[in-house]
């Protein structure tokens, strides 16, 4: 490139005027979203450029009356709170929550898994644009996969939801798992309460897929929806023999062209199946139904089911009971996951740990022993203290 042409491509034609001119911007350092963090890493004597400035912290109070009033970047920017690990965010973010809990509850929630490749985004984008026509705020929590390197989510759901992303009664949170075993991220059921205190009526989880996660995602939702494809086997759809029992609907995605007629043999033959299966919900049969995401049929038809799904179970007492006993088990779930950190952040138990673990795998300690030994250190330290 010569000095006369400095901002246009090597390729320029000659005598191109303006027409190819462009400019180069310096980056700026930081980790994933931009926030604090490894960012690209500099290689040989490069310096890293100097990062922007950080926005001003906000109070609780502050939280509190952005979520409130749906001001969706103060939604986010909470949801961000709640979702962090770091120990200087926990007391901030139970304060914001206590303070928004009275605000929850309201909207119904509905749980969508299935295999990988079923289309589970495309359905979500086209039920969630049919919702939007009618009238309601819809919020749609995907999990993840989490990129080893840049902490954030590597399937971008949101970018595969562009129509339903652009429209303002829509709100999409992708959150990376951040490693959990399952797919589920640790604060999703926080989230969906952050999102109900702003408006949103209608609140669509998502799992990965991968076949661990359907059991805590069935504890946060009221309706649990699992999408099949039609034609596929038993070695590709692992997944559905233990969660068709989670299941209050199946649906067959993908019954257009060809695959129509495939659609409705595998409807006809889970009807069969679940005629004799016990209900994933006291007072409510579970079917199985067609639809295609892709053109839309059969999808208000899914919406109708879900409503009447709420309507019997509110008539019957069994969806004030089931979010009961969902809070009280989240509420055990937490109980275990703070003693499990405790245990493991006590001194005397990081000081032990390593040489135990390396007797229980030699085989010279039993592992009931071993674990014996490590809770009476937790005793000892925690009188020290």
Not at 223 to 236: C, I, Q, S, T
Not at 275 to 302: F, M, Q
Not at 350 to 378: C, D, H, N, Y
Request: charged share 20%.
């Amino acid at each position: 490139m010569n000095d006369q042409n400095s901002t246009k491509p090597e390729w320029t034609p000659e005598n191109s005027g303006e027409a190819f001119a462009a400019r180069v911007l310096k980056g700026v350092a930081g980790g994933h979203d931009g926030l604090e963090g490894d960012g690209a890493r500099p290689t040989g004597g490069e310096t890293r450029p100097t990062a922007v400035a950080p926005r001003p912290a906000l109070s609780t109070d502050d939280y509190v009356q952005g979520v409130l009033a749906g001001d969706r970047a103060i939604l986010a920017r909470a949801i961000t709170l709640i979702e962090s690990n770091a120990p200087r965010h926990f007391d901030q973010a139970q304060a914001v929550l206590k303070a928004l809990l009275p605000h929850s509850g309201g909207a119904l929630r509905v749980g969508i898994t299935g295999v990988p490749g079923a289309g589970k985004s495309t359905l979500i984008e086209t039920l969630g644009l049919l919702l939007v026509e009618q009238g309601h705020r819809v919020a749609v929590l995907t999990v993840d996969p989490t990129s080893s390197v840049t902490r954030g989510s590597i399937l971008g759901d949101k970018t595969r939801m562009e129509k339903l992303a652009q429209r303002p009664q829509a709100f999409i949170r992708p959150s990376p798992t951040g490693g959990v075993l399952g797919g589920v991220a640790r604060k999703t059921r926080e989230s969906l309460l952050v999102c109900e205190a702003a408006g949103f009526d209608v609140i669509l989880v998502e799992t990965v897929g991968t076949g661990q996660s359907e059991i805590t995602v069935r504890s946060m939702v009221d309706f649990f929806l699992l999408l099949l494809v039609p034609g596929a086997g038993d070695e590709l759809q692992g997944i559905k023999k233990g969660v068709v029992e989670l299941a209050d609907a199946i649906l067959i995605n993908k019954a257009d062209g060809e695959n129509q007629l495939a659609a409705q043999t595998a409807r006809a033959e889970y009807n069969r199946a679940l005629h004799y299966l016990s209900p994933a919900t006291e007072g409510w049969r579970t079917r199985a139904y067609t639809a295609s995401a892709v053109t839309g049929e059969g999808i208000a038809r899914v919406w109708e089911v879900i409503k009447g799904f709420r309507e019997k179970t509110q008539a019957s007492g069994a969806w004030e009971a089931r979010r009961r006993a969902q809070a009280r088990a989240w509420l055990h779930t937490l109980i275990d996951e703070q003693l499990r950190a405790h245990f493991y952040n006590r001194p005397a138990v990081k000081a032990a740990l390593p040489e135990i673990e390396q007797a229980v795998m030699a085989g010279t300690l039993p592992a009931t022993a071993a674990a014996q030994s490590l809770l009476q250190l937790l005793q000892i330290d925690s009188a020290e203290v």
